[in-house]
């Protein structure tokens, strides 16, 4: 038996910053925004959107009464929740309004949270075939102003329906992952911003992928060879370009050149919208299946995730007969084109009004009525 993705969504605030005026505010040569990191927008929370928000406006695309019933488990991704305590798993199953006889859970390890979750998922349906699970991977990527880590910022949310048979993509039973205490990357109890040692992180994702890739190779007796296109964890999208390139040697002329082709293609969301920290390897999957034309059915999709802390999995996935049917690139791109340019002044208030300091006064910075949350009247900070 098969078991894979079904189906996948993304959701990203309406609001956005771009990083010319960014870097022009910071007095930084936006050369090194747009080409040194790979980033050109960043998308911006209002601050009565939250990772639950996110999460609903995601899997709404998905779920609906034929599928909702099906449903046991719900995992939830995150590494910017809402509670210590609860799960913000239990808020989205409230908001989809599905039954009440199935799991809820939340994960976290960082950035690789997502995955663990979708590997999860895929062995829950393993045992239950008739059954599918809900994974959502939600963050908002959030470094503070002025900061180093300010231009990858981003946030977004990604659903998906893992079943049995599914429609998009068969996860293979191919994964090698790995563990190893790193302190690059974290964010205590009490802070709304992550600590970062940025060039550590890079250099342990850079490691841990070659690592993997070894692995990977001898375990499943793969070359490069086996590869139609990589999708990468994406902080900044030069981050993809930096991994490949210690390994594309490995690959003949044509191949390097398809590689590089497919790796833009899977750049090209996160470019626009920043790190999702959960959802972005899966952001990066999406914008690839949405940007080239050329992959098939059968062809091999292999992922690499990674979470600062530290922790990375390298698995593939087989694209199946009508995967392109259930990827509508025209209206992701539409509705990126459609988002409100902020200027920085803009950015930096919505920013500091998402901080848990300013719930005191719940002001709110900006009112848009496309948002899930205001048909429940929830705000960040002031729920249920
Ligand atoms: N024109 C073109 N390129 C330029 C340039 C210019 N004018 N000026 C600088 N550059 C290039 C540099 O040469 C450099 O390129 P290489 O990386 O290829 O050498 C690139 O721009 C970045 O320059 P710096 O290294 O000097 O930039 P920085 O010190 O400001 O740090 C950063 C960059 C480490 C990514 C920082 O933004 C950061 O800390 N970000 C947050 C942490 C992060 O994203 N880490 C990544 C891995 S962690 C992870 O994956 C988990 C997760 O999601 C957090």
């Known amino acids: 038996m098969q078991v894979g993705i079904d189906q996948i969504a993304f959701y990203t605030p309406d609001y956005v910053l771009n990083l010319t005026d960014l870097a022009q505010a910071r007095e930084i040569d936006p050369d090194k925004f747009k080409i040194g990191i790979g980033q050109d927008w960043q998308a911006v929370v209002p601050n009565y959107e939250d990772v639950v928000t996110m999460a609903v406006n995601a899997s709404r695309k998905i779920i609906d009464a034929d599928n909702s019933h099906q449903i046991d488990e719900v995992i939830f991704a995150t590494e910017s929740g809402i509670d210590n305590s609860k799960s913000a798993a239990i808020y989205l199953k409230k908001l989809l309004e599905l039954p009440d006889y199935l799991r809820t859970i939340e994960v976290k390890q960082a950035c690789y949270g997502g995955t663990y979750a979708l ?32 231009v990858t910022q981003g946030a977004g949310a990604i659903a998906m329906l893992v079943s049995a048979d599914p429609q998009l993509a068969v996860i293979n039973n191919d994964s090698v992952f790995m563990s190893r205490e790193v302190t690059d990357f974290w964010r205590p109890l009490d802070s709304d911003t992550a600590l970062v040692d940025g060039h550590l992180s890079t250099e342990i994702y850079l490691t841990m992928f070659v690592e993997l890739w070894q692995k990977y190779c001898q375990k499943n007796k ?25 390994i594309i040697d490995q690959a003949s002329v044509d191949q390097q050149e398809s590689l590089t082709k497919r790796l833009l293609a899977s750049q090209q969301y996160s470019r626009q919208v920043g790190n999702l920290y959960t959802g972005s390897v899966y952001l990066s999957l999406l914008s690839l299946l949405a940007h080239d034309d050329s992959l098939q059915a059968g062809d091999q999709v292999n992922l690499f995730s990674f979470g600062s802390g530290a922790e990375a999995e390298l698995f593939s996935l087989t694209l199946q007969p009508d995967y392109q049917d259930l990827i509508n690139a025209t209206v992701l791109d539409y509705q990126l084109a459609q988002r409100q340019r902020l200027s920085v002044v803009e950015y930096e208030k919505m920013f500091k009004s998402q901080l848990y300091d300013s719930h005191q006064d719940q002001e709110t910075t900006a009112l848009d009525d496309r948002t899930i949350c205001q048909f429940y009247g929830w705000r960040a900070g002031q729920r249920l």
């Open 119 to 150: 590997m999860s998922a895929r062995d829950y349906v393993m045992l239950h075939p008739d059954r599918k699970v809900l994974v959502v991977a939600a963050d908002i990527a959030r470094y503070g102003l002025n900061t180093a880590g300010e």
């Open 222 to 246: 793969q070359t490069i060879a086996d590869v139609s296109a990589f999708a990468f964890h994406l902080p900044y999208t030069k981050m993809g370009k930096k991994a490949l390139n210690q």
